[in-house]
């Protein structure tokens, strides 16, 4: 079965593994305190800060299924977390939506490597006990062979969510399939 591949543009994303050891470190200390000295604040105080936070959130991943791609632009100002799951489609199309009192707004894009995705803004009540409005953008491809691709954002904040369209477009134009030997299957890729 091919692999899924992100290479998202490394300036602004950077890969939470799953699993250590990991290229930026041996455990989710190690990795955090390699992603501050590459994009954290340059002042010592704000850079310990946002090293607690990244080890925190790669505490918070390890194990989990997917893969999770953090965006930290220079300003660190709308930073976003993105999971990135990889399926067969019947079991992905059982994933409910949360209810909203809004319509979902879907298109159809064109992806450079997988094809057609589907990209699709909903909201819901992020807690049933909140009146939180839970913002999520996800990408669905239905690849042949029964397997899916989601690539998705939630936000409680809709601005950020309607502002990350556009990187969340580049993100999915850099995604495709190689097959085990490391070669590229139908998709593409670069």
Same mark, same amino acid.
């Given at each position: 079965?091919?692999?899924?591949?992100?290479?998202?543009?490394?300036?602004?994303?950077?890969?939470?593994? %799953?699993?250590?050891?990991?290229?930026?470190?041996?455990?989710?200390?190690?990795?955090?305190?390699?992603?501050?000295?590459?994009?954290?604040?340059?002042?010592?105080?704000?850079?310990?800060?946002?090293?607690?936070?990244?080890?925190?959130?790669?505490? !918070?991943?390890?194990?989990?299924?997917?893969?999770?791609?953090?965006?930290?632009?220079?300003?660190?100002?709308?930073?976003?977390?993105?999971?990135?799951?990889?399926?067969?489609?019947?079991?992905?199309?059982? $994933?409910?939506?949360?209810?909203?009192?809004?319509?979902?707004?879907?298109?159809?894009?064109?992806?450079?490597?997988?094809?057609?995705?589907?990209?699709?803004?909903?909201?819901?009540?992020?807690?049933?006990?909140?009146?939180?409005?839970?913002?999520?953008?996800?990408?669905?491809?239905?690849?042949?062979?029964?397997?899916?691709?989601?690539?998705?954002?939630?936000?409680?904040?809709? !601005?950020?969510?309607?502002?990350?369209?556009?990187? $969340?477009?580049?993100?999915?134009?850099?995604?495709?399939?190689?097959?085990?030997?490391?070669?590229?299957? %139908?998709?593409?890729?670069?």
């Amino acid at each position: 079965m091919p692999s899924l591949v992100a290479s998202p543009d490394p300036a602004v994303w950077v890969h939470v593994p %799953a699993t250590y050891p990991d290229r930026r470190g041996d455990d989710p200390g190690a990795w955090a305190r390699s992603v501050a000295v590459d994009y954290g604040p340059p002042d010592d105080s704000s850079r310990e800060v946002f090293e607690r936070l990244m080890a925190d959130l790669a505490e !918070g991943e390890t194990g989990h299924d997917g893969a999770v791609y953090l965006y930290l632009p220079n300003d660190l100002g709308r930073m976003a977390k993105v999971r990135l799951l990889t399926g067969p489609t019947a079991g992905l199309a059982d $994933l409910e939506a949360p209810a909203s009192p809004l319509a979902p707004a879907a298109d159809v894009l064109e992806s450079a490597y997988l094809g057609p995705v589907t990209r699709t803004l909903s909201a819901g009540l992020a807690h049933p006990s909140s009146d939180d409005l839970l913002v999520t953008v996800t990408y669905r491809w239905d690849l042949e062979g029964g397997t899916s691709v989601l690539l998705t954002l939630s936000t409680l904040d809709p !601005g950020q969510a309607v502002g990350m369209l556009e990187e $969340l477009d580049e993100f999915a134009d850099n995604l495709w399939l190689e097959d085990s030997s490391g070669g590229h299957d %139908a998709t593409g890729g670069p």
